[in-house]
């Protein structure tokens, strides 16, 4: 792995992989975290907005090459960053990178088609809606925080998503899609400095005015349970979260660890007792969400309304009991988990578009591209004390939501 700063001040990393293919990532620190509180949900406007036409291209014209040269391609707004990437044959990853570094650097933010656009976010958040999983998180987060920007989606509601005006878009896009606030990542079977010269020539001569970020906002969240009822559904969602954005980087990882037997996979504590012995969801699971700007620990599950109670019930039981939980974590048994932590840390970036993006995204909130030497480190002799430690420190006061 290769990484350098180019003279505008873009971070590129590069890596080599053998084969037949090349994978980009361009991302910039620009998600809906930047956002004001009457420009919710512009960040993703932008998004949209950059695959409507640049100077020298229009948008059937950037639609008909990605079909012909990208074999997989796509862009994404998240809380901490947007982020363009896809995958080409080596041999192409000029005329790919040509057309994502024109899109990025060069937008013409026509005033056609731009309504037409705003139409299309607004049938994409009602498809967002749908998914009531989706909507019970949305409903939890909403009620957990008073000032965080998570607890409003990431792509806003209807009526900011119509209020803005294409101006408005602009301006965003000029605060935030700067050379210092952008970071490229390349996995390719192409030499390093073949890379560097097709970046260089595309990305070098580009110049905007110096990128000044928001900062990001915690707080603690409300605890209790609240309840949203919505028409259509046939049984229940539950989900749990717990604020971790005060633990250092050892307790992540020892909750990491702890989360691992806690409610990772099927032969997990919560999925034994709830799933297996009482039947009472079809699946339930607990996750960390250690994004920048996010920070959760997050419980979630499915059952039926009659269920409920004793579900939640169920949970909170176990939350209880961690300080009993000592003896499930042997020198044995944690060296066996953290071995299946990398493992699937691993396996998730064989792809090299993945790793393309995590190489980005990394870089944008951790602001390192290094993945592999830290996971070695963070785990070093952690033992079971500071595993049931992190978590009784961290799992306490959650916010539930409940959707029926």
């Keep these: 792995m290769k990484n350098c700063k180019l003279e505008n001040g873009i971070d590129l990393v590069y890596e080599h992989r ?13 998600g809906a975290l930047m956002e004001d509180k009457e420009e919710m949900g512009i960040a993703h406007v932008v998004e949209h907005m950059l695959f409507k036409g640049t100077d020298t291209r229009n948008e059937f014209e950037i639609n008909r090459l990605c079909d012909d040269i990208f074999g997989f391609n796509n862009a994404m707004t998240n809380f901490p960053y947007a982020i363009y990437y896809g995958t080409t044959l080596s041999e192409d990853f000029y005329r790919g990178f ?19 656009e705003i139409d299309v976010i607004c049938e994409e958040l009602k498809e967002w809606k749908e998914d009531n999983f989706q909507f019970c998180e949305d ?5 957990a925080f008073k000032h965080r920007r998570i607890k409003y ?6 009526n900011h998503i119509r209020s803005f005006s294409l101006d408005k878009v602009k301006d965003f896009y000029n605060r935030y899609y700067n050379p210092d606030n952008c970071v490229i990542s390349v996995v390719s ?34 605890p209790g349970i609240f309840v949203k009822k919505k028409a259509g559904i ?13 633990a250092e980087e050892r307790e992540i990882a020892a909750l990491n660890i702890f989360n691992n037997k806690f409610g990772r996979g099927t032969s997990s504590i919560l999925y034994d007792d709830i799933r297996t012995k009482k039947g009472l969801a079809y699946d339930v699971f607990s996750s960390i969400k250690n994004e920048k700007g996010i920070k959760l620990f997050t419980i979630a ?4 309304i009659s269920n409920v109670n004793r579900a939640v019930e169920i949970i909170n039981e176990h939350l209880d009991k961690i300080d009993s939980l000592n003896s499930l974590f042997s020198r044995d048994s944690i060296d066996t988990i953290i071995k299946s932590i990398k493992l699937k840390e691993e396996l998730q970036l ?19 591209f290094d993945l592999f030497s830290s996971v070695y480190d963070k785990y070093r002799n952690i033992d079971s004390r500071e595993i049931t430690a992190a978590a009784k420190k961290l799992l306490k006061n959650p916010t539930i939501q409940i959707l029926t």
């Excluded at 989606?153 to 209807?158: F, H, K, Q, S, Y």
């Excluded at 064989?350 to 390192?368: A, D």
């Design 301 to 304: 599950m499915g059952t039926s």
């Design 18 to 30: 053998t084969g037949k293919l090349t994978s980009f990532c361009i991302g910039f620190n620009a």
């Design 98 to 116: 040509d057309i994502y570094s024109n899109i990025v650097k060069d937008p013409s933010f026509p005033e056609k088609g731009f309504k037409e």
């Design 350 to 368: 064989e792809k090299s578009i993945e790793l393309c993006k995590t190489l980005t995204t990394n870089k944008i909130m951790h602001n390192k």
């Design 234 to 246: 046939e049984g229940a969602k539950i989900q749990f979260c717990f604020p971790i954005d005060k």
């Design 139 to 143: 409903e939890l987060l909403y009620n």
């Design 189 to 222: 079977s192409l030499k390093y400095e073949e890379v560097l010269d097709i970046v260089q020539n595309l990305m070098v001569h580009w110049n905007n005015d110096k990128t000044i970020v928001r900062n990001i906002l915690y707080e603690k969240n409300s």
């Design 153 to 158: 989606c990431i792509i806003g509601d209807e």
